[in-house]
């Protein structure tokens, strides 16, 4: 069992920055791949950045490419979303997950999932 606590959530204005952090519970946290979703109201969750075990790869959804980076602290169980030049279109609950793939981009493939935490981009 893995627990996962996303942290950094806010309200920021348009052009602004955030930093989510997902803490893990586990210490075989670097066995998983690390995965950052999101959902707005009245939306399907949307998958928007993964992160290989070691931190080597990552992948990233086209709307996101350029302005998120995510990334990973093996010693500290934490992956982190910096997120950059931020749009109204970007508001969302955005949740953190763990995979025990190499790198994926289906929610179905994440066995753990954190309770989410809302960014809110205000124009």
């Known amino acids: 069992q893995v627990q996962l606590v996303e942290s950094g959530g806010g309200l920021v204005q348009a052009g602004g920055s955030l930093r989510l952090s997902c803490a893990a519970s586990?210490?075989?946290?670097?066995?998983?791949?690390m995965g950052w979703f999101r959902q707005a109201p009245g939306k399907e969750r949307e998958f928007v950045a993964s992160i290989s075990r070691s931190g080597s790869d990552t992948d990233y959804a086209d709307s996101v490419k350029g302005r998120f980076t995510c990334s990973r602290d093996n010693a500290k169980n934490t992956v982190y979303l910096q997120m950059n030049s931020l749009k109204p279109e970007d508001t969302a609950v955005y949740y953190c997950?763990?995979?025990?793939?190499?790198?994926?981009?289906?929610?179905?493939?994440?066995?753990?999932w954190g309770q989410g935490t809302q960014v809110t981009v205000s124009s």
């Open positions: 997950a763990a995979s025990p793939f190499v790198i994926v981009a289906d929610p179905l493939r994440f066995d753990y």
């Open positions: 586990r210490r075989a946290f670097s066995s998983y791949a």
